[in-house]
């Protein structure tokens, strides 16, 4: 089975601070995704990745950046964390666009 | 008109019961459809593709009708533990999208 591994399950961060949230796979997955999901609006997409050192902005990008500098780590940066960001973070990751996805655990991210 | 819709519920229904969701999405493009199963604190799990020509696994049901844009899912014979958020997921062909996720119908199967 694929494993999708996120670093924390429970973070809590200053506005203002930088945050990394991290996000590993272990099956050699081109793509990788984030998402946030929040009551009343589902999951939505930040960002994506369909290769080593590319990115995509997805449907909601302002406020985060992401790095892929390997193939099986993805990382979303939250550069000044502000308090609508408080939200439950998913990774994501398949083996093509257009299949399942294989999610992680999450982490739930809380800007005090 | 939503890229996908879905009723919310919740959908509370006794052990036993056929519980039947849909949902619309607005693309007639779109190609590829499931339905994922997400547990209450829990990630999304893949529950089912949905093919054009209908398909079963257990007790559990996928169709698509692309003429009303709609896809539909059945579950017989409810089960306690079938309780949890169903979420439609459409494949966007066009723009930087990959899969879109539906909001998500609430099932609660009661003893």
Not at chain 2, 41 to 64: C, H, I, W
């Amino acid at each position: 089975d694929v494993k999708v591994t996120q670093s924390s399950r429970y973070l809590v961060k200053r506005t203002g601070e930088k945050v990394f949230l991290e996000c590993v796979q272990d099956m050699d997955h081109e793509n990788m995704f984030w998402y946030r999901q929040d009551p009343g609006l589902g999951l939505r997409l930040i960002y994506f990745s369909y290769d080593v050192k590319m990115k995509e902005k997805g449907d909601i990008p302002e406020g985060y950046s992401v790095s892929r500098e390997k193939k099986e780590r993805f990382s979303l940066i939250l550069e000044s964390a502000s308090t609508n960001q408080t939200s439950m973070y998913l990774c994501a990751s398949s083996l093509s666009l257009n299949y399942g996805y294989t999610f992680g655990s999450g982490t739930r991210l809380t800007v005090v | 008109r939503k890229e996908v819709e879905q009723d919310p519920g919740p959908f509370n229904v006794p052990e036993g019961a056929t519980v039947a969701f849909n949902c619309t999405y607005s693309n007639s493009a779109s190609q590829s459809f499931f339905w994922y199963r997400q547990d209450c604190r829990k990630e999304p799990k893949l529950l089912m593709s949905v093919y054009s020509s209908g398909n079963e696994d257990g007790r559990f049901t996928a169709q698509l009708n692309r003429a009303s844009q709609y896809i539909s899912l059945l579950i017989r014979d409810s089960k306690l533990s079938d309780s949890a958020t169903y979420l439609c997921v459409v494949l966007r062909i066009s723009g930087n999208t990959p899969l879109v996720f539906g909001k998500g119908t609430r099932l609660s199967v009661i003893a």
